[in-house]
Structure formats: C-alpha cells, structure tokens
C-alpha cells in the first residue's frame, strides 16, 4: 500500500492559555527601623540577594533589602529563604503594601524605627473597600477586597502603607 504524500495535512494548533502574570517580591519593611532595636523587620542579613538568580535584590543604604520589580520574577525564593520573614509575594496588579511587620504595641515599635505601624486605625478608618485591618499592632491588606485606591496610603502619618514599587502616595 502506498503513502499518499499529496493528502493536506493539517497541523493542530498547539493549546495556548493566558498565561497568569508572575508575582513580585516586596520586602515588608521600610527600613527606619534601628538595626539594633527592631527585631522583626529587615536584618540586611543578604540571604535574599545570595538566593536570588535574577539579581533583582539589593540591600539599599539603610541596611534593608528592596526588590527591582522589572528584574523580579516572582519564584519565590528571597521568601522563602528570608530568616525574619518579611519577604513576600504580590501578585502585580496589587500595588499598595503595609510595609511593616512588627508587631510591638505602637509607642515601643515608634522607639526602634521611625517608620514602624503605630497601629493607629487612620489606614482602616479610610480605606473604602474594607481591605485593610490592623492586626497584631501593624496593617494587614487583604488583597482579595483591595481595590489599589490608595486611600489608605494618603492616611497613613508614617508613610507605612506604599505603593509595592517604592512610591509613597501624596497627601
């Protein structure tokens, strides 16, 4: 029997899907804090930048990691990796962040870091959409009910709440 090289033969496209956008990683610390005193935030211990392929860390001149968001490509393993914790990771179009994480009531995290959650309630009082509490002495976002207004930021009296990328909103 003899193969007919003339039949048209159709190749299949291949299955494509959207692909999900990759998160970023953001470091939940401003780094005001006194390296000495606040336990719970950012060392500059460079685990983070050691583990990172992309070279999308570095540790700035107050001693605290920060992420190239272009670079970042959201694997994952700064998170991971980080001894304090306070690496994590944000989907991109969630671009408001509490950039603290301790959890010291507000007058003693004010004498280690000049940047910390004073868990004061302004950010929660403002936001509209119900996304942001405070709990255990700083502000938690709730991603899943942030609308990325920014009104939380533009409340904030500690410049605590940011955009994900570093910008500090206008009040």
């Known amino acids: 029997m ?3 090289n003339n039949k048209a033969k159709t190749a299949r496209p291949a299955a494509t899907r959207p692909r ?3 998160p970023v990683a953001v470091v939940m610390c401003n780094g005001g804090c006194d390296l000495q005193g606040c336990k719970q935030g950012c060392i500059g211990c ?3 930048v050691g583990v990172c392929r ?3 860390i570095h540790i700035n001149e107050r001693g605290v990691a920060v992420v ?3 670079a970042c490509i959201g694997c994952g393993l700064c998170a991971r990796s980080c ?3 306070v690496i994590q990771l944000v989907e991109r179009e969630f671009t408001i962040t509490a950039r603290c994480s301790n959890t010291e009531k507000g007058s003693d995290a004010r004498l280690v870091c000049d940047n910390s959650c004073v868990a004061c309630g302004a950010c929660e009082r403002a936001c509209p959409a119900g996304a942001i509490h405070v709990t255990d002495n ?3 976002i709730d991603w899943s009910h942030c609308i990325s207004c920014g009104m939380c930021a533009t ?3 500690r410049n605590v709440i940011r955009d994900a990328f570093g910008i500090v909103a206008e009040r």
Do not use: I
Request: with cysteine; proline share 8%.
């Open 2 to 4: 003899a193969y007919d």
């Open 20 to 22: 999900k956008p990759r």
């Open 46 to 48: 460079g685990t983070c």
């Open 54 to 56: 992309k070279n999308a």
């Open 68 to 70: 190239d968001a272009s």
């Open 83 to 85: 001894e304090q914790g």
């Open 138 to 140: 700083h502000a938690v």
């Open 155 to 157: 409340k904030c009296p």
